[in-house]
């Protein structure tokens, strides 16, 4: 009980501390398009023009490969986010049609626990990407 405790005093810190060091998007001529279902574009972090009402980012090839490697790092990340709540949400569900069966229950339990730590890490690596990034673009 002491260890559950501890790790959910750990989990809860890191998500609050998450919030604390968000840094504003890089400044840019013109705003991006949205973001689908909080997926960001490949060129989040690239300055963009206006060009007839829409954003079309300039891309130097020597010197944007970092802010669009970064920006296609954090929608991998964005996917695997999703994968990991999927996967919480799949195991919840063995979980509950377990019968009874003590095997199925603790797999189904194990199954819950590390997609709940592999969520953690994915939001923590997301976060730690998005602050490089933003970091060096606005610099």
Request: aromatic share 8%.
């Amino acid at each position: 009980m002491r260890r559950l405790r501890s790790t959910l005093a750990f989990i809860s810190f890191s998500i609050v501390s998450l919030f604390m060091f968000t840094l504003p998007a890089a400044a840019v001529p013109c705003e991006p398009e949205s973001d689908i279902l909080g997926i960001p574009t490949w060129y989040k972090y690239l300055e963009g023009e206006d060009i007839g009402g829409k954003c079309t980012p300039r891309i130097n090839a020597a010197e944007d490969a970092l802010p669009i490697g970064l920006a296609v790092l954090e929608i991998l990340m964005t996917f695997a986010g999703v994968v990991a709540v999927v996967m919480v949400i799949w195991a919840s569900f063995q979980f509950v049609l377990t019968q009874g069966e003590p095997d199925k229950a603790a797999s189904a339990r194990k199954t819950v626990i590390n997609a709940a730590i592999g969520l953690v890490i994915v939001i923590v690596a997301t976060r730690v990407v998005s602050f490089i990034a933003n970091t060096l673009t606005s610099g």
